[in-house]
């Protein structure tokens, strides 16, 4: 148990499907984090949540949409996904935005889009 | 720019012998430099980080890394492989003059033989 709980761990979904990704974090962070990590890609940044408020988008495109209702719950919807976003996406936690560089990650989303 | 550099995609070592894993990192201030650990399908996990204190910095399961700064190295070591090593490394560095984002490296992916 991680403290960073990521559902569902596998997800197999269509290009003209909607899904979301779901990330609850106990650890009582006020920092969210969605990371993408692609076979011999570094990690990258998508998004940052502080205090429920969206601080950073790197350049993401818009067929992934973030919701943060409260620190501890973060989603990651998708729709019209294309296959080069097949990948395994990654929720973290961390105190006061992260400064400290000790994030706390859930084991992960693994998703194949046909 | 900054920037980390894992020298090495790939490192194979016998189980019972040293390990070395090696980054580099370019910065203009003074950075906090991390080792992560992803096990097979798991999230990342913080083995140790550099914050400006001791050079030598321990952390978890005997790894250990050391900052150079002559040399902008922050090389993992761990004297005697064990089996549950086998994992992929990621050296990370947090840039405070922008505002902790962590910039992470490409990966070095350890297997342990028996």
């Known amino acids: 148990e991680t403290g960073v709980t990521q559902t569902p761990r596998h997800l197999v979904m269509g290009m003209t499907n909607k899904k979301s990704l779901k990330c609850e974090q106990h650890l009582g962070h006020n920092a969210m984090y969605w990371y993408k990590q692609s076979a011999k890609k570094p990690l990258e940044l998508m998004f940052v949540y502080n205090f429920k408020e969206q601080t950073e988008n790197n350049s993401v495109p818009s067929r992934f949409s973030p919701e943060c209702p409260n620190s501890s719950h973060l989603f990651l919807h998708l729709h019209t996904l294309q296959p080069e976003d097949s990948a395994l996406y990654l929720c973290?936690?961390?105190?006061?935005?992260?400064?400290?560089?000790?994030?706390?990650f859930g084991e992960g989303s693994r998703l194949t889009v046909l | 720019a900054q920037s980390v550099t894992q020298l090495d995609s790939h490192v194979s070592v016998s189980e019972g012998t040293p390990v070395l894993l090696r980054c580099n990192y370019s910065?203009?201030?003074?950075?906090?430099l991390f080792w992560y650990v992803q096990h097979p399908n798991k999230g990342l996990q913080l083995l140790l980080k550099y914050t400006s204190a001791a050079t030598l910095v321990k952390g978890i399961n005997g790894f250990e890394a050391e900052f150079k700064k002559s040399e902008t190295s922050f090389h993992l070591t761990k004297p005697s492989a064990h089996m549950s090593d086998a994992a992929e490394y990621f050296c990370v560095v947090t840039l405070y003059n922008q505002g902790g984002k962590l910039i992470f490296g490409q990966g070095t992916e350890l297997s342990v033989k028996p």
């Open positions: 973290a936690s961390s105190q006061a935005g992260g400064g400290t560089g000790e994030l706390f």
């Open positions: 910065s203009s201030y003074s950075p906090s």
